[in-house]
């Protein structure tokens, strides 16, 4: 049952005064519940029960902590309808999404708790002493990694399982050793509420300390700032926009002491379609990413926003195909009014700067928080002219771009901010002459695809999420796959320790 309020810990409390309602984006009504922002006191008491349990968390056994994992996982899928209905009424995605972001959120937790069962994940070394080496001795060393300590987590807008309360930054902070504090995104605050129960009640059956976990609301900065700012967090885990992760890791670096923050921001997911595919697959291809660009109502972070072609006598033909196929595909609910505005704020930005002209937009009526799908096109010099045309349009909206020649092709990607990811699509016989593309995309990219669609980030130990500034804060980590564990932890060496001192993992 959803209460609007917040969990200090095991316990439910809500003692402020300030308060906020989600919005049922398909009605454009309110939801009933209103969620109480969490005081500063009840934000230092969560803080204070996330250190205390990180004392006793941090040696949990990780076969205990995949006990935790998989209870929570059993959990959520107890919560059953309930759930899938407040994910549904909170962000105006059909059920069946909701369905299968719940699978794989309960598919990352059992990843991780597989992952930790055992120590192979943290790598160690070991380098046995030599005393009677010349001309100095060597001195037994033995290294591995240790949690860096509680963890503050923001919910997500557009994946409220996966990205957000049990989504993969809390799984991986848990599985790591640190307590996690979430803050709820205010756009599903019931559906975050819920999750949390279901947290907090594995915790309990686990037996995990009180403080591994808690849950606050709250519609402004307040909270999060004043998470971020607190000495006892050390870390923090953000998806969303440049602006509010800029933000926030700003925050983090100007504390007395900075913390890391792993911030997943803007992507535009430049696709580059050679002449030879167009020529031989055109309507393949555009259906293919007419259907991707719509997914979601372009709602992933890895929609593609920027297609980049060499024009030839094909182009416009594709152009005009890809349009009329995405227009074709009937509007979408997004999932707040607030993004819709961002929207259309955002798109009529881009297809106002000067040679950018709107190929085809759905004109008939839709309604409110309703996206009408939208192709537009540029040649390559104006788009090198004017990085306003660069800006991410987070909805069904897509850029094609007509470079004149390869070499301008090339210039245009380096030319770009970093990215989640790149795609190629081009024929077989074509790789040896895709060298200095591919040269170009890896350096501005996480992940890069072949005869692919970005949409879909497979969870599995080789994938990327992540990749230069600003698609994320740093491009070293994933967010996505059993790697993102590694964000949590830090490397720490024993020198000539007793073997009764060290962890049991480096006692061999």
Known sequence: MITGKNYIGNKLSAKGTISHKT??????????TAFIEATSEEIEEAVQLAAAAFKAFRKVSGKDKANFLNAIAEEILA???????????????????????????????????????NEDWKGNRFDAAIPDRQPLPKDDLRKTVIPIGPVVVFGASNFPFAFSTAGGDTASALAAGCPVIVKAHEMHSGTSELVASAIIKA????????????????????????????????????????????????????????IPVYAEMGSINPVIITPKAIATRSESIASTYAGSITLGTGQFCTNPGLILTIEDENTEAFINDLAKKTVAIEAQCMLHPNIKA?????????????????????ETAVADNYAASQVATVSGADFLANPKIHQEVFGPFSLVVK???????????????????????????????????????????GRIIFNGVPTGVEVCPSMQHGGPYPASSDAKF???????????????????????????????
């Open 79 to 117: 919560l059953d309808q309930e759930l899938i209905d407040a994910y549904t009424t909170e962000s105006g995605l059909p059920e069946g999404r909701a369905i299968g972001e719940r699978g794989r959120t309960i598919m990352q937790l059992k990843s991780f708790a597989d992952l930790v069962e």
């Open 342 to 362: 961002g929207f259309d704020k955002n798109g009529t930005s881009v297809t106002s700067q000067e040679g950018v002209v709107s190929v085809s937009k759905i």
């Open 478 to 508: 994933t967010s996505v796959g059993t790697d993102a564990i590694k964000r949590w932890v830090r490397p720490i060496s024993y020198q000539s320790f007793p073997m009764e001192l060290l962890p049991e993992s480096l006692q061999k």
């Open 403 to 445: 470079s004149k020649n390869e070499e301008e092709l090339v210039e245009i990607i380096e030319a770009l901010e970093g990215q989640l990811t790149g795609t190629i699509i081009a024929e077989d016989d074509e790789t040896s002459n895709l060298v200095d593309i591919v040269d170009a995309l890896v350096n501005r990219v």
């Open 23 to 32: 919005i049922n984006p398909k009605l454009n009504l309110q939801n009933e």
């Open 203 to 258: 915790a309990e059956k686990t037996g995990m300390p009180n403080g591994v976990f808690s849950h606050l609301s709250g519609r402004g900065p307040v909270v999060g700032a004043t998470l971020v700012k607190n000495a006892k967090i050390k870390g923090v885990g953000f998806t969303g926009s440049i602006g509010a992760g800029r933000a926030i890791f700003d925050m983090a670096s100007k504390r007395e002491e900075p």
